[in-house]
């Protein structure tokens, strides 16, 4: 018996999704955040109206080691916050499938039952090739959610290490989280990314090792490794998200980091960083799609370098049409 076709409801213009999106409608927020991360031009002038009605939600950045159990303890702190009664919105960003560039999904089954339970609402970005830890509409995605009323909104960034420290320029509060017996105590200052939190958090908490992690920590604390120009210490707390072991004491901590930035004045300068690269990363994305638009008429460059009769900035020069800063050699 021949199947029947699947009947899809008609394209609605992104515009007319905005006044849902401002209600919490869910159906519109996840299908704004899709055509946010296919790079809908139809969709610009809505997502731009949408970020009109952000800066209300607190944004908290996780992130760590590979296999320090970050989706774990995003599900724990899921149902935390969401047992006060928080909407809570979570981003996770993964890697992308070498297949289908798509996200590939990893442990988001277990923060999907923990969304289902309270009425949160995650999504998975592919990063699609985009380096730091965090996918190009990241933030995007994270407007959209501010506007529909969640917070906090957690971004749970791809888990590569030393590169993925861009979070600390997307998020007002920075939870690094380490795990014990993954070799030197202190792998996690050599990756990069230690002296970017305002919360370290050591998972698995009930492994004898746990303890040295934590010692070790500390320790780097007295050297002075927090953020400069803030007067926050950042705390070091074990946890277990499996057993829910000290999950409220690490949700008190990033509830109390957030009124701290309201109420010390460093809020704003947070958030002067992250308009900022905000900024100059849609400059950086203009600027190449700008450069792709050209790269067809790259042979003849290709040819002239080749040949020495040009030198590769000289060409790129030209390929932008900037022919008075070509330098021929």
């Given amino acids: 018996m021949p199947s029947r076709p699947v009947r899809r409801a008609p394209y609605r213009p992104s515009a007319e999704l905005v006044p849902e999106i401002l209600a919490g409608n869910v159906a519109a927020i996840a299908r704004m955040i899709t055509r946010a991360e296919a790079g809908y031009p139809e969709a610009a002038p809505a997502l731009a109206e949408i970020y009109k009605h952000t800066g209300k939600a607190h944004v908290v950045g996780i992130t760590g080691v590979p296999g320090a159990g970050k989706s774990t303890l995003v599900s724990s702190l899921i149902m935390a ?19 289908s560039g798509g996200a590939i999904l ?6 999907s039952e923990a969304a289902s339970s309270s009425q949160a609402f995650v999504r998975s970005m592919a990063t699609r090739g985009h380096l730091g830890g965090l996918a190009r509409s990241t933030l995007q995605a994270v407007d959209v959610l501010d506007a529909a009323g969640y917070s906090p909104i957690i971004i749970e960034t791809v888990g590569v290490g030393q590169d993925e420290v861009e979070v600390v320029t997307a998020a007002h509060s920075i939870v690094v989280l380490s795990a014990p017996g993954l070799g030197d105590d202190i792998q996690a200052i050599k990756a990069g990314i230690l002296e970017i ?13 746990a303890a040295a992690t934590v010692s070790a920590l500390r ?3 007295t050297l002075g490794s927090e953020r400069t120009g803030s007067k926050w210490t950042p705390p070091v707390l074990p946890v277990s998200a499996v057993s829910g072991e ?20 460093e809020l704003a300068e947070r958030q002067r960083g992250i308009c900022r690269t905000r900024i ?15 790269a067809d008429g790259i042979g003849e460059h290709i040819q002239a370098v ?3 009769d040009m ?15 070509g330098r021929a050699t």
């Fill in 81 to 99: 916050f969401a047992s006060e009664g928080h909407k809570v919105g979570v981003v996770a960003v993964d890697p992308s499938s070498p297949f």
């Fill in 106 to 111: 990893g442990d988001r089954v277990r923060m």
């Fill in 197 to 209: 939190a305002d919360i370290h958090a050591v998972s698995k908490s009930d492994k004898a090792e």
């Fill in 219 to 221: 320790g780097m604390m």
């Fill in 246 to 265: 000290r999950i409220g004491e690490l949700k008190d901590a990033i509830s109390r980091h957030w009124s701290h930035l309201r109420e010390s004045g």
């Fill in 280 to 294: 100059l990363g849609a400059a950086r994305h203009l600027f190449q799609n700008k450069f792709d638009e050209r």
């Fill in 306 to 308: 080749v040949n020495r």
């Fill in 311 to 325: 030198d590769p900035a000289g060409a790129a020069c030209l390929l932008l049409g900037w022919a008075n800063e």
